[in-house]
């Protein structure tokens, strides 16, 4: 809901602490592409990659001068996750006459409602001469971005399945109810982890501040950030109870990534088939 949250004039909403003023979450992550012969460069061109294009992502590209982008991933489509997609026109226009509309990467039932609710920018009758230059992607299991590897982390929200993605040594999982036993193989080795924690008490489809906790200690990232936070939960005095290395995020938090390849352990082999006496089925 962002902090304040309307209608409330509790102690965190009210609170002169800047960091309890909380827009809804989102990340950007930039890298310059390497030189010619590989090696790091300065004039290697700047890539922009935005998880989410929620209902403050205009004020947040403002904030972080943000000129381009090279591709936007979605989580999930709920309101908070999605209804900045029109702020993305602008930015599209510069994008466009480099590289052609600026891919979405979205799972089909994301796709679905972007669709419905951007029909003027998604239809293929849509004729609004503005539109943004956008094209709608397939989210695969990895997806390269000019020479980064996103890996879609698999997660429950409620009883919706979302995404949470993994980019080199760091990995951004918002919106969280449970993780399926099999994401955590791909949460092996992270410097940086990124979960939501919405609050103490319970909610159906959001983790608390102990369900969170108790992930950051099995992943155990260096450095673990909590997100999505609502507000119940003051920035100071919240932190005074956490361990020295999980903290609350806050707007315009920023820190370095390492985005070298990952290289993670095969995953288990399922058990070997007992054996029988009929062949196994051949696919003709
Ligand atoms: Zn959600
Ligand atoms: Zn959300």
């Known amino acids: 809901m962002g902090v304040p949250t309307l209608g409330c004039d509790c102690a965190v909403c009210t609170s002169a602490d800047p960091h ?16 010619q012969d590989g090696q790091p460069s300065q004039d290697g061109q700047a890539r922009f990659v935005v998880i989410d294009t929620g209902p403050d ?13 090279d591709a936007v991933f979605y989580t999930h489509a709920h309101a908070d996750h999605i209804m900045g997609l029109d702020d993305l026109r602008p930015l599209s226009f510069l994008t466009y006459r480099e590289n052609g509309p600026i891919p979405l990467y979205a799972s089909p039932e994301t796709r679905a409602v972007l669709e419905r609710v951007f029909d003027y920018t998604f239809s293929p009758d849509a004729t609004y001469p503005t539109r943004a230059r956008v094209r709608l992607e397939p989210l695969q299991d990895r997806t390269t971005v000019h020479g980064v590897e996103f890996i879609r982390i698999p997660l429950l929200h409620g009883t919706m399945k979302i995404s949470g993605f993994r980019f ?3 990995a951004y999982l918002t919106d969280v109810s449970a993780i399926p036993e099999s994401s955590f193989a791909l949460l092996e080795g992270l410097d940086n982890l990124i979960i939501s924690a919405l609050r103490h008490d319970p909610h159906p489809s959001h983790a608390t501040v102990k369900q969170a906790l108790g992930w950051a200690r099995r992943i155990g990232a260096r450095q673990t950030w909590f997100t999505h936070i609502a507000h119940e939960l003051g920035h100071e005095a919240t932190n005074r109870t956490l361990p020295e290395n999980i903290r609350l995020s806050y707007d315009g938090l920023s820190f370095p990534v390492n985005l070298d390849p990952i290289h993670l352990k095969p995953a288990k082999p399922a058990p070997a088939p007992s054996h029988s006496a009929t062949p196994p089925p051949v696919n003709p």
């Open 57 to 69: 992502f205009r004020e947040q590209a403002m904030r972080n001068r943000l000129k381009r982008i």
């Open 168 to 170: 080199g040594d760091t």
């Open 20 to 35: 309890d003023r909380r827009l809804r979450p989102s990340v950007l992550l930039t890298w310059r592409e390497p030189s």
